[in-house]
């Protein structure tokens, strides 16, 4: 079934016609889905300091070279879907509502899937730790937390979240893909070959490089004392 595409898009209110720009809401998309967000999942993948015993220094600043990564990987991924959020709003509203297009399915459950990446987020729970700032380092019954200690919730979110991820990702490429289909622009679609291939040259040279350490022991370190790594002793 093919499904119209809008060219115009009158504002009631002001009884103005303005013309949609829908290559506009492809490059917003396209930019928060293969720009944004595989910066922040590589930042979080490939860009973790080497785990040491105890972890990061007490008070280590979210800006600190020892800890950019965790702020490179959050604030990409609340810009992507932000952003998103906002290019879905505007296309449902130009378009008069949900189209019914393959295209749309695939937008609406990739942005969906993508703010259930926040809110799962947002339900991680506490953090801990030896070296945090709201704890005793020579008191261990001030460390507990639900990422130091690996609880049930942190396990679930963890659980979670990656495959979460991968799956949006996956949604956005049946996004852009039908969204190419409906609507052609050789430059996305160039760009989107490219980036690919250069995703995968840098993900072989990291992973050749040993660059990809556990979130957990570059955080609070590789101490075999430490509840999360005595859960995943051996491994």
């Known amino acids: 079934m093919k499904h119209e595409i809008p060219t115009e898009f009158t504002i009631g209110f002001l009884n103005r016609t303005i013309e949609i720009h829908w290559g506009l809401h492809a490059w917003l998309m396209f930019i928060c889905w293969f720009v944004l967000v595989p910066f922040g999942v590589m ?13 990061l220094p007490r008070g280590v600043g979210k ?5 950019i990564w965790w702020v490179m990987h959050i604030w990409t ?4 879907i932000g952003l998103s959020l906002l290019g879905a709003a505007i296309a449902l509203v130009v378009s008069g ?11 609406i459950a990739t942005v969906l899937f993508g ?46 979240h990656k495959p979460g991820g991968y799956f ?3 949604l956005a490429i049946g996004a852009v893909a ?12 160039i ?45």
Not at 43 to 55: C, E
Not at 63 to 67: R, S
Not at 144 to 160: C, I, N, Q, S, V
Not at 178 to 189: H, K, N, R, T, Y
Request: proline letters at 6%.
């Open 43 to 55: 930042s979080i993948r490939y860009l973790k300091t080497r785990p040491v015993p105890l972890g």
């Open 63 to 67: 800006f600190d070279p020892l800890f």
């Open 77 to 80: 991924l609340y810009t992507a």
């Open 97 to 107: 509502g949900f189209s019914g297009s393959v295209h749309s399915f695939f937008g």
């Open 115 to 160: 703010t259930l990446q926040i809110v799962a987020a947002w339900n991680r729970g506490s953090h801990g730790g030896h070296n945090h700032l709201s704890s005793d380092p020579d008191d261990p019954s001030t460390w507990r937390g639900d990422h130091f200690d690996m609880t049930p919730k942190r396990r679930l979110f963890e659980a979670y």
């Open 168 to 170: 949006s990702v996956f």
């Open 178 to 189: 039908s969204g190419l289909v409906q609507f052609w622009m050789p430059a996305i679609a």
């Open 191 to 235: 760009t989107l070959g490219l980036i690919f291939i250069g995703g995968f040259v840098l993900i072989v040279f990291s992973e050749f490089r040993g660059y990809r350490y556990d979130t957990y022991r570059a955080v609070f370190g590789s101490h075999p004392d430490h509840p999360g790594n005595k859960k995943r002793e051996g491994l």
